[in-house]
């Protein structure tokens, strides 16, 4: 065998270990359910299983043929939804609220901490965990007002479709033009939120990182590690896990094995 067949050879048996390797890997990650909930937290590869509906079809299918009390149950069922939504949206505004005042408690009371004050700061990482921890529930707030607000029009939706025939017109009545919306207000507040600690997140690089290696006293992981995980988080909220698709469902049922003992 000359050395053009033997180097062909090598380099057939390199292919061959490489694509072993690599099925070694794609197999173990398939087992490995925990690394599949990792990757797929942030691509979620479900797609939309929906089909568009016209007006006529939506009354065909909620309003023609159908008795005044189905309609009432129907109506009564969206009402309660619908009020169900806004409760939930103001209690999750209660829960951040309180996150975002923990976070902002716990910044300032380590930037005056006497470690931080220090001619040099004491593990000054900890200052940009609490950043990370406001950053990313002031974001998660923002997109929940959202998916509450979608939700809520929802509702809001079928009560406007179906009141028609029971009270009337009376949901889509207004008595002003123009006012203030509580709702998007308070959207509004979380999404400065964002803003702050997103300038504060700032505020620590231009603090505590230079271009010079020597002056920047090594490369810290901590820091490092945070940025990724905070990244992590963020990704999958607005494109994988944290992204709501009303997708086709595939249901299993299982039947729970059940007997009586004869006394």
Not at 45 to 56: I, N, Q, R, V, Y
Not at 185 to 199: E, H, M, Q
Not at 222 to 240: A, K, P, R
């Amino acid at each position: 065998m000359d050395k053009k067949e033997i180097y062909k050879q090598k380099r057939k048996d390199t292919k061959e270990a490489i694509g072993e390797i690599y099925k070694s890997s794609c197999d173990s990650i398939r087992n490995s359910y925990w690394l599949q909930d990792l990757i797929f937290f942030l691509i979620e590869k479900d797609k939309d299983g929906l089909t568009k509906m016209s007006e006529k079809e939506y009354h065909n299918l909620f309003i023609k043929d159908r008795s005044v009390d189905e309609l009432k149950l129907s109506y009564q069922q969206a009402w309660n939804a619908k009020n169900f939504e806004i409760e939930l949206y103001w209690k999750r505004a209660q829960y951040f609220w309180a996150f975002q005042i923990a976070a902002f408690a716990g910044y300032f009371g380590v930037l005056n901490s006497n470690n931080y004050t220090a001619d040099i700061p004491k593990h000054p990482e900890v200052l940009f965990f609490v950043v990370c921890i406001g950053l990313i529930t002031s974001l998660a707030w923002a997109l929940i007002n959202q998916g509450s607000k979608v939700w809520q029009r929802h509702w809001e939706i079928h009560v406007d479709m179906l009141e028609e025939k029971i009270t009337g017109p009376l949901y889509k009545i207004a008595t002003t033009s123009k006012t203030f919306s509580v709702s998007k207000i308070n959207d509004l507040v979380s999404r400065f939120f964002v803003f702050i600690w997103a300038l504060l997140s700032i505020k620590y690089f231009t603090d505590h990182l230079t271009l010079n290696p020597i002056d920047n006293n090594g490369f810290n992981w901590l820091i490092f590690i945070s940025i990724i995980v905070t990244l992590y988080f963020i990704g999958t909220m607005f494109f994988g896990y944290g992204r709501g698709r009303f997708g086709e469902r595939k249901v299993k049922f299982f039947k729970r094995n059940f007997s009586t003992k004869d006394l």
